[in-house]
Nanobody, 125 residues
């Protein structure tokens, strides 16, 4: 049974930083690609960042490029999202997701097989 558990969300002032973690179990993590998405109230769930198996290939939404960094530790079955220079518009529930075969188009939700329960990030102005 695949499980994804996000952590690290919280309340932070604009300009601050947070690091989200996504711990995975029940799958061959080193084969999987992992993505982060977010959903603000009343909006569609949108792509934030993704990383392929070895971490050599990463992808970012234009809105977070240069501020967010995705990384992974395959020994710990964990993916991280370091978020710096946070803005109020980054406020959302953040979800991690896995593409267990690792070859999908990582910017689209349909490529992912499993999703976490989400963690709230709130950025105050």
């Amino acid at each position: 049974q695949v499980q994804l558990v996000e952590s690290g969300g919280g309340l932070v002032q604009a300009g601050g930083s947070l690091r989200l973690s996504c711990a995975a179990s029940g799958l061959t993590f080193s084969r999987a690609a992992v993505g982060w998405f977010r959903q603000a109230p009343g909006k569609e769930r949108e792509f934030v960042a993704a990383i392929r198996r070895t971490g050599d290939n990463t992808y970012y939404a234009d809105s977070v490029k240069g501020r967010f960094t995705i990384s992974r530790d395959n020994a710990k079955n964990t993916v991280y999202l370091q978020m710096n220079s946070l803005k109020p518009e980054d406020t959302a529930v953040y979800y991690c997701a896995v593409d267990q075969d690792g070859w999908g188009v990582l910017t689209t939700r349909d490529s992912y097989d499993y999703w976490g329960q989400g963690t709230q990030v709130t950025v105050s102005s």
